[in-house]
Nanobody
Framework: VQLQAFGGGMAQAGGSLRLSCVVSGGTFSDYAMGWFRQAPGKEREFVAAIGRSGGSTYYAASMKGRFTISRDNAANTIHLEMNGLKPEDTAVYFC??????????????????????WGQGTLVTVSS
């Protein structure tokens, strides 16, 4: 299984970016998907997650209302629409796939160890 994230770049504070992640290999509809990010010198942190059917979505508190995760099972792709960007959103953003996992609670969907496969990351830089 391979994950390819793209769409990162530079934005000004208050601006928007849309990240995408294409998954190849396996059966995409078997994967719950997540986005994480890692800022320089900091640990990787949870951003958002989406269940296998797309019917359930979850967000870190600081992203709720600004970020939207979605998936297109026909295209083996997930997206992260980021609005109202802040300089503190600057980080490398990673997509991840969890095989046959139900994202039932925060201890599941926000944990790095829940996810079996990871993409290479795409850099988002937000200037003030």
């Amino acid at each position: 299984v391979q994950l390819q994230a793209f769409g990162g770049g530079m934005a000004q504070a208050g601006g928007s970016l849309r990240l995408s992640c294409v998954v190849s290999g396996g059966t995409f509809s078997d994967y719950a998907m997540g986005w994480f990010r890692q800022a320089p010198g900091k640990e990787r942190e949870f951003v958002a997650a989406i269940g296998r059917s797309g019917g359930s979505t979850y967000y870190a508190a600081s992203m709720k209302g600004r970020f939207t995760i979605s998936r297109d099972n026909a295209a083996n792709t997930i997206h992260l629409e980021m609005n109202g960007l802040k300089p503190e959103d600057t980080a490398v953003y990673f997509c991840a796939a969890a095989v046959n996992v139900r994202l039932t609670d925060v201890s599941t969907y926000s944990a790095l160890e829940t996810y079996d496969f990871w993409g290479q990351g795409t850099l988002v830089t937000v200037s003030s």
